[in-house]
């Protein structure tokens, strides 16, 4: 016969019964989360396994997430998806805050529990526009990459001010179990990134939504 959880085994170790008892983290920090209540121009993601609080973007930040999105939805226009941003996409005990992302429109497809956000198995292709410092920028190349791609994510574009003068990176061909995204191409401003596949097959990213080269 199983013992309930809160009994011990007479075998077991102080340190053992310990481990037993101990609540999961990841479902500490996503309760925590989902009780947070942040003050506005504030949002909350967990990512690899601890909640990161950041300010809304800048002007120059928005003003390219607006182009992205404006961009996108007259490219969907008349199918069955749409430009998504402000919304959480969630993931089994993570949350993500995504920039921009293209999902079907139809809300009983891709609402998650608790109507928290959109599920992450809707998301086709997810988009970030890179904000200055360090931790904001390994944010989105490095830690949100490998979320992104544990989540399965088909597309992954990051438009990024600081790599160089200016560069858009599109990630294809996620491996789930490794954190990583086998395919990667990336351009300069001022040269055209294409969306290589998914309902936002041909999409182009130019100069027209990053702007100029920076000097």
Request: proline content about 7%; charged content about 25%; cysteine-free.
């Amino acid at each position: 016969m199983t013992a309930l959880a809160h009994e011990r085994p007479e075998t077991m170790s102080e340190s053992q019964a310990e481990f037993v008892n101990e609540p999961n983290l990841d479902e500490v920090v996503w309760q925590a989360w989902k009780a947070m209540e942040l003050p506005e121009g504030y949002r909350a993601e967990i990512i690899e396994g601890a909640i990161e609080v950041s300010p809304t973007g800048r002007f120059s930040h928005a003003q390219v997430v607006n182009r992205l999105r404006d961009a996108l939805a007259i490219f969907l226009q008349g199918s069955e998806y749409g430009a998504w941003n402000d919304t959480n996409v969630i993931h089994p005990l993570r949350a993500w805050v995504p920039d921009g992302f293209v999902a079907p429109r139809d809300g009983e497809l891709i609402e998650a529990e608790d109507s928290l956000g959109v599920n992450a198995s809707a998301v086709h292709v997810v988009i970030e526009v890179v904000s200055p410092g360090k931790r904001n920028q390994d944010r989105d190349r490095v830690r949100k990459r490998r979320e992104y791609a544990r989540a399965g994510i088909p597309v992954y574009v990051i438009v990024d001010d600081y790599d160089n003068q200016g560069t858009v990176s599109i990630l294809t061909a996620p491996v789930p179990e490794h954190a990583r995204y086998e395919d990667e191409h990336r351009v300069p401003y001022g040269t055209e990134a294409v969306v290589p596949e998914g309902p936002a097959k041909g999409f182009v990213i130019g100069e027209s939504i990053t702007g100029p080269k920076r000097s």
